[in-house]
T-cell receptor, first 112, second 111 residues
Framework: KQEVTQIPAALSVPEGENLVLNCSFT??????LQWFRQDPGKGLTSLLL?????REQTSGRLNASLDKSSGRSTLYIAASQPGDSATYLC???????????FGTGTRLQVTL | DAGVIQSPRHEVTEMGQEVTLRCKPI?????LFWYRQTMMRGLELLIY????????DSGMPEDRFSAKMPNASFSTLKIQPSEPRDSAVYFC?????????FGSGTRLTVV
């Protein structure tokens, strides 16, 4: 059974700092990995999708990497802004299954 | 594209009442998923459909929960009878080939 872990559970950084969020998964036979953002009381917004054959994806100030063999992914946020404050969720699609297994998320607060 | 549309956004009901949550997936998406989110348990998959057919309902907590997808553009999740422990945010998501798109969710409160 796939298990997804995210550390840290919460993170507070000053504006402008670069930061890394971590995601680990137990079954390396993944199909893809997706990073989401969730604002309080809102739904999930997809940030980046990495296919199993890819090593990284970039969108603006965000860069996600994937190391299947070690069961890890990182989300790098450059030059953080207060608007980046949200919960970031990592989700893995394993093998031929279509369902996603979610991590418990990292709650990020970027302070002025 | 209006995205995945869920209704209602908020639902408050009394214990024992029937609750029906609705979802309209993105046109052309062939997978539809129902998730439940709570502080204690995070996001849990309840059930998912492929081409309107239920594929995996192992996450449905009890027989009080049921889901249908009568056509490619509509799905319902029903709880009957509802209990206070069903209080949560229920998300619908749809997918085609790879990435998921989530709806805004229905916040259910059972009192």
């Amino acid at each position: 059974k796939q298990e997804v872990t995210q550390i840290p559970a919460a993170l507070s950084v000053p504006e402008g700092e670069n930061l890394v969020l971590n995601c680990s998964f137990t079954d390396s036979a993944i199909y893809n990995l997706q990073w989401f953002r969730q604002d309080p009381g809102k739904g999930l917004t997809s940030l980046l999708l990495i296919q199993s054959s890819q090593r990284e994806q970039t969108s603006g100030r965000l860069n996600a990497s994937l190391d299947k063999s070690s069961g890890r992914s990182t989300l790098y946020i450059a030059a953080s802004q207060p608007g980046d404050s949200a919960t970031y969720l990592c989700a893995v699609r394993t093998g031929t299954a279509s369902k996603l297994t979610f991590g418990t998320g990292t709650r990020l607060q970027v302070t002025l | 594209d209006a995205g995945v549309i869920q209704s209602p956004r908020h639902e408050v009901t009394e214990m024992g009442q029937e609750v029906t949550l609705r979802c309209k997936p993105i046109s052309g998406h062939d997978y539809l998923f129902w998730y439940r989110q709570t502080m204690m348990r995070g996001l849990e998959l309840l059930i998912y459909f492929n081409n309107n057919v239920p594929i995996d309902d192992s996450g449905m907590p009890e027989d009080r929960f049921s889901a249908k997808m009568p056509n490619a553009s509509f799905s319902t999740l029903k709880i009957q009878p509802s209990e206070p422990r069903d209080s949560a945010v229920y998300f619908c998501a749809s997918s085609f080939l790879s990435g998921y798109t989530f709806g805004s969710g229905t916040r259910l409160t059972v009192v």
